[in-house]
């Protein structure tokens, strides 16, 4: 074991100096407004190929990234050539993005991220892009022995070798001595010491190989120097003054204005039931009776009732209103005849007090001359008879008084009794009016649900599904049929985020159907929202489907006719041909085959049209494709986007 721990040292050191480093990038920040934006590509270093992009924004809010678009464009800036472009993927939380681009060609690249939406500006990385593979023969876009038509570069070599393989071989048996020195200072038996020579052959050998067989490693610096003897190829778009209505085209359906359920009210056995998928029905007709006789029944009984209740809340208000005041007039009456009698018996008995005192003082007065011998005892009697009489008289006045006394009471008590069956009866009227309320209450409840035995259409529609068979017992709440309103139909189109601005109501849109025909009406409602996923928001109008003959729910090419929103003394621009931020904004112009840049001060941006001052023309035709690598004075080409 301790003889093979220097060959193994010998070994590992010899790989160690032979295996070149892999290169350490860092992820690439640029500043966009206020918000840092970092870049981040994988592989790392990149090699040609593809390769994939992570873009994380930081110091903006959620809300701001939640509305922003992100496009990125990639260009060879060495050779004058644009790359692939496209729109970046949300991924995660707001402000992460991910996209994947092809890099085929070994040289120095630059990546263009153009933000729109809430977060504007635009940020440009530049990095070199190493070979994917190394074989016989230099190596480009991955095919061996082929520089892909641009072997007379500066810079690039087609020669076989790799130049480095020799330094490398000294740098190993630099090392191997220098642990030989160590070792067999140690142990210096012929053994070890072969060892170490072998593995100085060996590097030799190695050596010899790596030169002859692999393809030097290709120097970014000195092709980062290489021009492009071509114009760089760019999008070009005009300037523009005042407002553009502009039209946004849009996928759309046609979709029936209502669409409903018909649906039993009452339960019963379904009858006279022959409507079937796509008859027309009118607003009244009878789609299906309800064989359920009960509910007839039940009618007829409410009604009758109902019938009686009201008899008997009419006698209690009859009552109420007559019998009862007529009752107590009579008492009242009666009480006011007994005060009157009683009054006339009172005066009575105080008159047969007076006589009955005047034949008491009388008696006495002839009881004093009959003890004289004044008068005769004949005369005495006959005054005692009229003193005996006059009691009598008084003591019936006397008796009539109480008698009258009570017939007054009992007359004041039938009054009483006469007020309160007033308030008594103008209750029992209430009450028996309440019990006839609802009586007819309970008989137009059966009368409605004995109507209900009969179903009918609500509108002019057309029968889009029967749900139910003639002949089957339903429950209330049962759908039967399937209607939808197509008189009227609704226009749904999905509008990109982006186009929203110049849409309201009362926008004019029209939609082409498949028959040729149009159908034409103005925006009638605008989702409030745009979808997280599609980002697109739903337009809708409403228009007439009298003369139309598609179906509802086919697809139609919509166009909207928007307004442009205007800015004094602005020229108007697409938003993506602005590069920079605040005082630093400018545009690059085409001159004569040439990019020139102008300054420019941005008055209004939607994250679509751009409304700018600065020197520049109507008419003139501005970079939106490609500006981001740009420079003064670089010969340039138009390209369709």
Do not use: C
Not at 305 to 316: F, G, I, L, M, V
Not at 416 to 424: F, T
Not at 573 to 596: C, K, L, M, Q
């Amino acid at each position: 074991m301790k003889r093979a721990q220097p060959f193994f040292w010998a070994l590992l050191l010899t790989f160690l100096a032979l295996t070149p480093l892999p290169a350490v990038a860092s992820p690439m920040v640029e500043n966009v407004g206020a918000a840092q934006v970092v870049l981040s590509l994988n592989p790392d270093p990149p090699v040609a190929g593809t390769v994939h992009a992570t873009v994380h924004v930081i110091g903006s809010t959620s809300a701001v990234l939640g509305h922003t678009t992100l496009r990125f464009r990639t260009d060879m800036r060495s050779m004058g050539m644009a790359g692939p472009s496209g729109v970046a993927r949300a991924s995660g939380a707001p402000g992460d993005y991910v996209f994947d681009v092809a890099l085929e060609m070994a040289t120095p690249w630059a990546i263009q991220l153009q933000f729109t939406g809430d977060l504007k500006g635009s940020a440009t990385y530049n990095f070199a892009v190493s070979a994917a593979t190394k074989s016989n023969g230099a190596t480009m876009n991955g095919s061996p022995g082929s520089m892909n038509g641009m072997s007379g570069m500066s810079g690039m070599s087609s020669s076989s070798g790799n130049p480095d393989a020799w330094r490398n071989a000294v740098f190993a048996l630099i090392l191997l001595m220098l642990t030989g020195v160590f070792i067999l200072r140690r142990d210096r038996r012929p053994v070890t010491l072969g060892i170490f020579v072998g593995a100085g052959l060996l590097i030799l050998l190695f050596a010899v190989l790596q030169n002859r067989y692999t393809a030097p490693a290709m120097d970014m610096t000195s092709m980062s120097s290489m021009q492009g003897t071509g114009a760089t190829p760019v999008v070009l778009a005009k300037v523009r003054s005042g407002t553009d209505n502009a039209d946004i085209y849009a996928p759309g359906t046609v979709q029936p204005y209502l669409t409903q359920d018909i649906v039993t009210r009452a339960p019963g056995i379904l009858q006279n039931f022959n409507f079937y998928v796509g008859d027309r029905v009118s607003a009244g007709q009878v789609l299906a009776t309800l064989d359920a006789p009960e509910l007839g029944s039940q009618a007829q009984a409410a009604a009758a009732d109902a019938q009686a209740q009201a008899a008997a809340a009419r006698a209690a208000q009859i009552a109420a209103g007559q019998q009862a005041p007529a009752n107590l007039s009579i008492a009242q009456n009666q009480s006011a005849s007994a005060r009157t009698d009683l009054a006339a018996a009172i005066a009575d008995q105080r008159a047969k007090a007076q006589q009955l005192s005047y034949w008491n003082n009388e008696i006495s007065r002839e009881q004093s001359l009959y003890s004289q011998g004044a008068v005769s005892q004949q005369e005495l009697q006959d005054e005692r008879a009229q003193a005996v009489a006059a009691n009598s008289a008084y003591q019936a006045a006397a008796q009539h008084v109480a008698s009258m006394q009570q017939q007054v009471q009992a007359a004041q008590s039938r009054a009483a009794n006469a007020q309160s069956g007033i308030q008594s009866a103008i209750d029992q009227a209430q009450s028996a009016q309440a019990q006839a309320a609802r009586a007819s209450s309970a008989a137009r409840t059966a009368g409605t649900m004995a109507a209900y035995r009969t179903v009918t259409s609500p509108d002019d529609a057309v029968v889009l599904k029967r749900m139910v068979d003639p002949g089957t017992y339903v429950q209330a709440g049962t759908p039967i049929l399937r209607i939808a309103v197509i008189n009227r139909l609704r226009i749904q189109a999905n509008v990109a985020q982006e186009d929203l601005s110049g849409i309201s109501i009362g926008t004019p849109m029209e939609a082409r159907l498949s028959n040729g025909k149009f159908l034409r009406g103005r925006v009638s409602s605008v989702a409030p929202a745009a979808d997280p996923t599609s980002h697109t928001a739903q337009v809708e109008a409403i228009v007439s489907g009298a003369t139309t003959s598609i179906p509802p729910g086919g697809y139609v090419r919509v166009t909207l006719h928007a307004r442009g929103a205007a800015v004094p003394g602005g020229l108007q621009i697409p938003s993506v041909a602005i590069v920079g931020g605040g005082s630093e904004a400018a545009v690059w112009i085409d001159r004569n085959g040439t990019a020139h840049r102008v300054p420019v001060q941005v008055l209004s941006d939607d994250g679509t049209v751009a409304f700018v001052k600065g020197a520049l023309q109507q008419g003139a035709r501005v970079v939106t494709d490609g500006a981001g690598t740009l420079e003064e004075g670089q010969a340039i080409t138009e390209q369709h986007a």
